[in-house]
């Protein structure tokens, strides 16, 4: 894993998966996700089945809604397989999904690092 000013840095081909949110932010919550060294996958509605990548490609999947249902659970634990973390977001802001990629990135690190030791 490279370091990046003194943060683990996620290698590129690992993708963030947002789904909801306001499509008027996309570019704002791109710019965000692809500074931490994610690809940006975003999902306004509907996710469809055949456009979705690998669950072990998707190293986090973030939800913005303010409610969620049970069909929403189900379908976001589907796409994110047995391992990847799943992120509840009430606030559409792109500051939101900055700090949640942030807070991935160093609990990642952290993981890998007590396994590596």
Known sequence: ??????????PRHDRALIIGGKG???ARYREAVEASGYTLRYYEAR???????????IALVIVIVT???HPLMSRARE?????????YLKSPSSSAI???VAGS???T?????????
Do not use: C, F, Y
């Not at 993981?111 to 030791?117: D, H, K, L, Q, T």
């Open 1 to 10: 894993m490279v370091q990046r000013n003194g943060r683990p840095q996620t």
């Open 24 to 26: 008027g932010l996309e």
């Open 47 to 57: 996710v469809p089945n055949k456009l979705v990548p690998a669950a072990s490609k």
């Open 67 to 69: 409610m969620v249902s």
């Open 79 to 87: 796409l994110a397989g047995d391992h990847t973390r799943i992120v």
């Open 98 to 100: 900055r700090q949640t």
């Open 105 to 107: 990135q160093l609990q």
């Open 109 to 117: 690190g952290v993981a890998r690092s007590r396994r590596a030791a």
